[in-house]
């Protein structure tokens, strides 16, 4: 009987569907606002959600020095897409992307600022890693790094198949680190790795000729070539995915739900103004297209 109960509502519902999907969808997107108290009754009396809404302000450890991800403008205020990530969680706690307070950290405070409580999230493109995660919980990756190869327009080998027949005549500079001289041979093969103590060196040294490609991060070449076109060129070859996550004290799943899901509807769903613009302003990158159905999450 269950069953056949079932089947008929079914039924009844699909008959009036027309007008009952577009009544749902629109509702979904016009309006579904909660009062932030009546969210706040829902989480756990200990959850962080709760804190936050009661506050009335988010407040996010990032950086302040590495574009394109946090750094300051031409205003001196802080920008950058770990700060849009930020923006789009204060918008989802009270519809107001700019209840945020950003507390300016060096990379190593990023995990004790979590854990001692001093900031609710931390978005400091930090890397997804295994033995991080047995310290902080961290949300869903919201970008995927990676390492580029970076000429200029007076570089002797422009295209990939060009520095590829070089082989051992192309010289490679990269930051430099235990892993260095492996990372390049991953990108190309016979290439000879040219370790410098800085990015802006190891891209000047291609712009200087000293070098003939650049082994970059892929957001770091992106940012460039979206701002110089003419100086800076992306051999379109990347390798070595990383994840980059925001990262939240353990043991609070509410608030950790609630991070995943202001991400995911701002990069899979209805929602999308401020990632798409991120995208286009700090990587010149056009939004991807959403389509119904099956999810490409």
């Not at 770091?220 to 939240?248: C, E, F, Q």
Request: charged share 20%; hydrophobic share 45%; glycine share 8%.
């Amino acid at each position: 009987m269950d069953l056949l109960r079932r089947f008929r509502e079914r039924r009844s519902f699909l008959k009036t569907g027309g007008f009952g999907l577009a009544a749902g969808a629109l509702a979904a997107t016009a309006g579904g606002a909660i009062d932030a108290r009546q969210a706040a009754a829902q989480a756990r009396p200990d959850s962080l959600l709760r804190t936050v809404l009661n506050r009335g302000k988010l407040i996010v450890g990032t950086g302040s020095t590495n574009a394109p991800w946090h750094f300051e403008d031409d205003k001196g205020q802080i920008t950058g897409m770990d700060i849009a990530m930020a923006k789009i969680i204060a918008n989802g706690l009270f519809e107001d992307e700019s209840k945020v307070e950003f507390v300016r950290q060096d990379p190593a405070s990023r995990i004790p600022n979590i854990t001692s409580g001093k900031v609710d999230v931390v978005i400091q493109f930090m890397t997804i890693a295994p033995a991080r995660a047995q310290l902080v919980a961290y949300s869903r990756p919201y970008f995927v790094e990676g390492l580029s190869l970076m000429v200029v327009p007076n570089s002797k080998w422009k295209t990939l198949a060009e520095l590829k027949a070089a082989g051992k005549q192309v010289r490679a500079s990269v930051l430099q680190n235990v892993k260095a001289e492996q990372t390049v041979r991953d990108g190309l093969v016979d290439a000879q790795p040219m370790q410098l103590d800085t990015i802006a060196n190891v891209i000047q040294a291609v712009v200087s000729g000293r070098s003939d490609v650049a082994v970059v991060d892929n957001s770091t070449l992106r940012w460039l070539v979206s701002r110089n076109p003419d100086k800076y060129i992306d051999v379109g070859h990347s390798w070595y995915s990383i994840l980059y996550g925001a990262a939240m004290r353990q043991g609070d799943q509410d608030w950790v739900n609630f991070v995943n899901t202001c991400f995911e509807v701002q990069m899979f769903g209805h929602l999308t103004s401020i990632y798409d613009k991120a995208l286009k302003d700090f990587f010149g990158l056009e939004p991807p297209v959403r389509k119904p159905g099956v999810p490409t999450i």
